[in-house]
């Protein structure tokens, strides 16, 4: 598998590309936000991309509104900012993991592999490979959600782990830790924030594909579920 570095910075992206062989993958670098657009539909077998969001030209915000018309790569965004603010701009936006600059490469491979394991298994096999809930169709296999009317919604990896873990635990309430602590398979200190900015995310797209029906349900001050 490849992994597509951005950043503007050679230095950073150089020594990304160093961790990425180490860890058996093979490195494609890009510079600016049209050669990472470019790289993306040249180059075959790009399986994730560690994005810069400050880069001068196109931004790495620019770059993802661009990729999620129509892909779901996994994506890390890097940023030297770190107010909560600037996390939730980029998860919002369609990023899947967050690291703030200074980083440590290692913590970034950690989340490599977090975030490609998800994305290729993210439920084990002794899960239903298709779950029916209201208005929609949840494939594992594929991670395809479809409606009724056979429109497709496009999801990010984060977001396609947490509707099928709700889905496939109809009326269970989940926290906001437990569902961080099961799809990202880490802990964190702001799990809370960014479970919020994934659930609003991607409860617009239900709805907006739906007609507003409330598949997700907030149990107010306990969590979320999904009816059966």
Same mark, same amino acid.
Do not use: C, I, R, W
């Given at each position: 598998m490849k992994i597509l570095v951005v950043d503007d910075d050679q230095e950073i992206a150089q020594l990304l590309e160093i961790y990425i062989k180490n860890e058996g993958y093979e490195p494609v670098a890009a510079y600016d936000g049209e050669e990472a657009l470019s790289k993306l539909h040249t180059e075959p077998d790009i399986g994730l991309m560690i994005l810069d969001i400050m880069m001068p030209g196109m931004s790495g915000i620019d770059v993802i509104n661009r990729v999620r018309k129509d892909s779901q790569i996994p994506i890390i965004v890097l940023?030297? @900012?770190t107010e909560d603010l600037d996390k939730i701009q980029g998860l919002t936006t369609g990023a899947d993991d967050y690291v703030t600059k200074p980083?440590?490469? /290692?913590?970034v491979m950690a989340r490599v592999h977090s975030l490609l394991r998800r994305s290729k298994n993210a439920m084990t096999k002794s899960e239903p490979d298709e779950i029916?809930?209201?208005? /929609?169709t949840i494939n594992r296999d594929s991670h395809e959600v479809v409606t009724d009317t056979g429109k497709k919604i496009q999801l990010t990896a984060i977001e396609f782990g947490i509707l099928y873990l709700l889905a496939s635990h109809p009326n269970r309430v989940f926290s906001a830790d437990e569902i961080f602590e099961r799809v990202w398979k880490q802990e964190s200190v702001i799990s809370a924030k960014t479970v919020m900015v994934h659930m609003s995310h991607l409860r617009d797209k239900i709805e907006?594909?739906?007609? #507003?029906?409330d598949v997700i349900k907030t149990v107010w001050g306990v969590g979320? @579920?999904?009816? #059966?």
């Open positions: 940023s030297a @900012k980083f440590n490469p /290692l913590e029916h809930v209201d208005m /929609l907006e594909a739906t007609n #507003g029906q979320y @579920k999904v009816e #059966g």
